[in-house]
């Protein structure tokens, strides 16, 4: 098995980090562009695995694809059309956007992944799509991947669909609502957690030409075509949170560019967040800086993280080093993400000196903790890697094993934090 051992450089923290594009906005983007039949221009795309599976089947569907350094450049086409066979790998939100998107076609499409994206339950989206009138056939255990998908009878309506179990469900119907005749109009059964994908969704759907009415408890999709586009992806905000916690558990200053200018991700409260924590955060144009003082204490957090929760392994690390106790709720749901985001996350800290206690809907952590150096093992997550990697500033000798998930979503992550984590060195 593949580890790290992370060295970071002794002393205060002083640091400029780039990050990568949202992969959130990408994933949409690129399906609003790969279902508009006009020449689309991306900018921003992130190289991780998610935007690549998307990008991998809109070239197998036969469009043209350039990619320079700056934008990537999706050609017109007469006719869509798409693969036989989709490799969604570890990508869970590429996955369910894909199935719903092959639901638009007569020809039937397998749609499968790693074994552990097999593990993620998929059955709301697979049942939603059959109650529309697509063909859904389980290569495997019923709501869960392998499957196959066609067209069968499928038509727009009237969908009744959760919103406590996964917002992708709900944002991968929307993105084929247009393509729909007469249009879509979901109904959100009881509380929507993660809103502000859905609103992002809507957001990215109208920048492509479709008609979207988001209300609180139903979304109205109009029939009509996608047109091409020239779209912007935003710095990640998701990425850029463990650049911006490792000052919460060390002293220092990290400064990431182009931050300031992102707006539409629910997981820009990392500010709000670290402030409330008692670090300085300020905004310099389009910079955001994040900085903490030897002397200044890191604060307990009491926090409904539902609107927000994949920043929940880098703030729970950084309310481990925080004098008091964190309450973090709203988000039992995350235990279904590539890992259970409560359990494992809690077993890893703990292992290493931390306090955490899991609770039905969040965590309970009490510190500041004492670190001893482990073996952390990733759980085929990326975002656990991350966040478990910034301990490496309190606990020398910190391993991360499996380091190489990261690739979902910042594959340069361990190159770009070096200002902070240092150099590293691989072993097996």
């Known amino acids: 098995m593949t580890t790290v051992v992370l060295l970071p450089p002794l002393g205060t923290i002083d640091a400029v980090v780039s990050v990568p594009g949202s992969k959130s906005l990408a994933n949409r983007a690129l399906v609003c ?14 190289s991780g695995d998610d935007a690549r599976v998307v990008l991998d089947v809109i070239r197998d569907s036969g469009r043209s694809i350039t990619i320079t350094d700056s934008e990537v450049v999706i050609g017109e086409t007469v006719a869509l059309k798409f693969p036989g066979i989709v490799d969604a790998v570890l990508a869970g939100t590429s996955s369910r ?106 957001h990215v759907m109208r920048a492509f030409g479709a008609s979207v009415v988001l209300e609180e408890s139903s ?56 402030k409330k924590m008692g670090l300085s955060c300020t905004a310099s144009g389009t910079d955001i800086t994040v900085s903490r003082l030897a002397t200044t204490q890191v604060l307990p957090l009491a926090m409904d993280m539902s609107d927000c929760s994949d920043l929940v392994p880098a703030v729970a690390v950084a309310c481990c080093m925080a004098s008091g106790e ?43 903790c004492a670190w001893k150096p482990v073996v952390f093992d990733s759980h085929h997550d990326h975002r656990m890697a991350m966040a478990l990697s910034l301990l490496s500033l309190c606990a020398s000798g910190v391993e991360i094993a499996d380091p190489e998930v990261v690739t979902k979503s910042w594959p340069d992550y361990f190159a770009d934090m070096a200002p902070i984590l240092g150099r590293n060195e691989t072993g097996n």
């Open 97 to 202: 956007f894909l199935t719903a998107v092959a639901a638009l076609f007569d020809t039937t499409t397998i749609i499968d992944g790693e074994t552990v994206l097999r593990s993620r339950p998929m059955a709301d989206l697979h049942e939603a799509l059959v109650s529309l009138g697509a063909e859904v056939s389980h290569l495997g255990e019923v709501g869960y991947l392998p499957v196959s998908v066609s067209r069968g009878s499928l038509s727009g309506g009237d969908i009744h669909i959760a919103g406590n179990v996964s917002s992708q469900f709900i944002s991968a119907l929307m993105l084929i609502g247009p393509m729909l005749d007469g249009g879509l109009i979901v109904h959100v059964d009881g509380p929507l957690i993660s809103r502000s994908y859905v609103e992002m969704t809507a």
């Open 219 to 274: 979304i109205s999709i109009s029939n009509g075509a996608y047109v091409g586009c020239n779209y912007s992806i935003e710095p990640d905000y998701s990425s850029a949170a463990f650049p911006l916690v490792a000052v919460a558990v060390r002293e220092g200053r990290v400064v990431i560019p182009g931050l300031a200018s992102a707006s539409l991700q629910g997981d820009s409260e990392i500010i709000p967040i670290l």
């Open 326 to 368: 964190s309450v973090l709720t709203g988000i039992g749901f995350i235990r279904n993400k590539e890992s259970d985001r409560l359990g494992d996350l809690a077993d890893e800290l703990n292992r290493a000196g931390g306090n955490v206690t899991v609770e039905e809907d969040g965590l309970r952590i009490v510190g500041p």
């Open 33 to 46: 562009a790969m279902l508009s039949k006009e020449a689309s221009y991306i900018s921003g795309i992130p």
